[in-house]
């Protein structure tokens, strides 16, 4: 089983203006202490997204475990380290047979009938969400809310992610419901290197 930090830094292409605003931004997060960061753009630009992650690769690969969101392909033309998908992707065992044993496998869930699922896949993590209301997604699943962690937690032993409109003002207590870590967008956009020490403070 693998063993995940407890903040989980996911850098949204949509968040920053150009490749080089993105990068300074993981790099920020690097510097003070993030290990784990997702690299997600939705664009459906495939070049510019493996354009980007190869920029990822090589100025934070070396200290951050890196995971692309829903594209399995560029995962491997950019040599991450893991990829996450979501209900509507490629499945898990699918995705296992092309990324191999080595890297980590991710999955979304949004109920107790899909984690229970999700559950019995070779997923190395499961994310749970959205916790709160969100503004990071166009269609966002119903809120799951602090009782949707609780439950999850009740239904798997694989590490668990919350994700969803968490913030340093509730983190904590996302922690107490029986998250393994928490996954941020929003709260870290603002100065990145003070959000992420008072996450990273806050989540000791």
Same mark, same amino acid.
């Given at each position: ?35 784990? =960061? ?8 495939? =070049? ?34 893991? $990829?996450? $998908? ?33 559950? =019995?896949?070779?997923?190395?993590? =499961? ?46 207590? $996302? ?30």
């Amino acid at each position: 089983m693998i063993l995940l930090p407890r903040l989980y830094a996911i850098v949204d292409s949509s968040c920053r203006g150009s490749t080089r605003d993105l990068v300074a931004f993981a790099e920020d997060l690097a510097s003070v202490g993030c290990t784990l =960061l997702q690299y997600r753009n939705k664009s459906g630009n495939a =070049l510019v997204t493996l354009q980007q992650a190869q920029q990822f690769k090589k100025h934070v690969g070396h200290t951050v475990r890196l995971i692309m969101n829903d594209r399995t392909d560029l995962c491997l033309a950019a040599d991450f380290d893991g $990829v996450h $998908v979501g209900q509507e992707d490629l499945s898990p065992e699918s995705v296992r047979k092309i990324i191999g044993p080595d890297r980590w496998l991710g999955l979304s869930t949004h109920n107790p009938e899909q984690l229970c699922d999700a559950d =019995l896949t070779s997923a190395d993590y =499961l994310a749970i969400g959205p916790v709160f209301a969100t503004s990071s997604k166009d269609k966002p699943d119903p809120v799951v809310g602090l009782e949707g962690v609780r439950r999850a937690r009740k239904l798997t032993r694989k590490p668990l992610v919350a994700i969803g409109g968490i913030t340093r003002g509730n983190a904590a207590s $996302v922690m107490d419901a029986g998250a393994d870590c928490i996954a941020v967008i929003s709260d870290l956009l603002l100065e990145p290197r003070k959000s992420a020490e008072e996450f990273l403070r806050i989540l000791r």
